[in-house]
């Protein structure tokens, strides 16, 4: 949001918020209750993603963070992809197997 | 925040593109094997090293034992039909029945031969850690006994043959 620029020509507020003078009373036990809500809002469970998430973005804003942070994407990224790849070349393989045994004996029951 | 919106996206875009190219490098010695004419055999000379130079002799080798097997199948196929008139035309194993069982069984021993001289016939294109390499493999699969197996252990007194 852009802030409000102070100019010679806008409404005169400074002047109504200096002449303003409070003369209500606070409610009793004020303080004590301001306090109290706190307490209670200190209490609630915290959801844990949220957290994350916070701790995320404000992580962003140091640079050693966001090294780590593309580094152990990077790593995972790979790790994930290469896990990936030998799953695929366990099932191509056993496959081309099965496909081997079928061409070279008629009985065969294996991959069918 | 707005640091935090280039940078929590670019890492996830930069793991999927690691994931991306990782997986294409790992599965790429496999997925063409696949798109071969014979893929069988393209995976043959992958997983038992045969050089390309003893790849053609395989697939000629390989050839021939289909064509020759196909006419064995041919015949226990003729046979069965055979045995299938004389089982519908009795209630008892006659002795027609009888013979035409021992032919058949014949037939499928013959077919286990060849198998098994096609196996020893190929595995003498490779290289002979290979070679006992495959005769076990493929033994295992066939004829359900690995040759290592059936080279180590004495055969049962009085039988001929291994059970399979």
Redo the contacts between chains.
């Keep these: 949001m852009k802030p409000i620029e102070p100019s010679k020509n806008s409404f005169p507020l400074q002047p109504l918020l200096r002449a303003w003078q409070v003369n209500s009373t606070l409610p009793p036990r004020f303080e004590e209750q301001v306090w109290l809500r706190i307490a209670q809002q200190e209490a609630l469970p915290v959801q844990p993603l949220r957290r994350f998430w916070e701790w995320l973005v404000a992580g962003c804003a140091r640079p050693s963070f966001t090294f780590a942070y593309a580094t152990v994407l990077l790593a995972a990224g790979l790790a994930g992809g290469l896990w990936h790849a030998r799953l695929e070349t366990t099932r191509v393989t056993a496959t081309l197997g099965a496909l081997y045994v079928r061409a070279v004996n008629p009985y065969s029951i294996e991959g069918r | 925040?707005k640091?935090?919106a280039f940078?929590?996206p670019?890492?996830?875009a930069?793991?999927?593109?690691?994931?991306?190219?990782?997986?294409?490098?790992?599965?790429a010695?496999?997925?063409c094997?696949?798109r071969e004419p014979a893929?069988?055999?393209?995976?043959?000379q992958r997983?038992f090293k045969v050089s390309n130079h003893d790849l053609v002799r395989i697939k000629q080798l390989?050839d021939d034992?289909?064509s020759d097997?196909a006419g064995?199948?041919r015949n226990i196929d003729a046979k069965s039909t055979v045995l299938k008139g004389l089982l519908a035309a009795t209630n008892s194993v006659t002795p027609q029945i009888e013979g035409a069982l021992r032919e058949i069984a014949l037939l499928?021993v013959e077919?286990q031969v060849a198998?098994l001289r096609?196996?020893y016939v190929v595995s003498q294109t490779m290289p002979p850690p290979q070679a006992h390499r495959y005769l076990d493999?493929?033994t295992t699969?066939?004829l359900g006994a690995g040759h290592s197996a059936m080279m180590s252990s004495p055969l049962p007194a009085g039988n001929e043959h291994p059970a399979h």
């Excluded at chain 2, 893929?39 to 043959?44: C, V």
């Design positions: 925040m640091r935090a940078i929590i670019g890492g996830v930069l793991a999927a593109l690691a994931w991306w190219v990782s997986y294409f490098v790992g599965s010695p496999t997925c094997l696949l893929p069988e055999l393209a995976w043959l997983e390989h034992y289909a097997c064995r199948c499928r077919c198998m096609h196996f493999w493929v699969r066939t």
